[in-house]
């Protein structure tokens, strides 16, 4: 009984940080794939405004905001892997998305663009 009262009592306290774990957990997982995905070319995209970008970028990421990602997919190759980044991860999250429904097969969710620093 203790153990069902607290569930029902704090689980959206409990998915909120399942889910800040899960991003955490799969952005260190592109970090260490990260040197193989270069030496395989691939396209380091950043997503965030461009005023966001020309404030810090990493070197070799390119700035494709996301509201005209959908316009610019012809920049992105669809046969190398994309690794994607932005302030937290959450708009890489939505545009990994979006290339996953245009048919892009090796797309990788980096989080913060600083976790490409790495």
Known sequence: MVISGFVQQYWPLMLLALWFGYKWWSARRVVALLPAL???GALLVDVRSAAEFAGASAPGSVNI???ELSSR????PT???VVLCCASGTRSGMAKLVLKKNGYGQVFN???????LR
């Open 38 to 40: 270069k030496k395989d």
């Open 65 to 67: 905001p996301l509201p």
């Open 73 to 76: 997919l012809k920049e992105i």
């Open 110 to 116: 980096i989080g913060k663009w600083s976790n490409l």
């Open 79 to 81: 046969t190398a892997p």
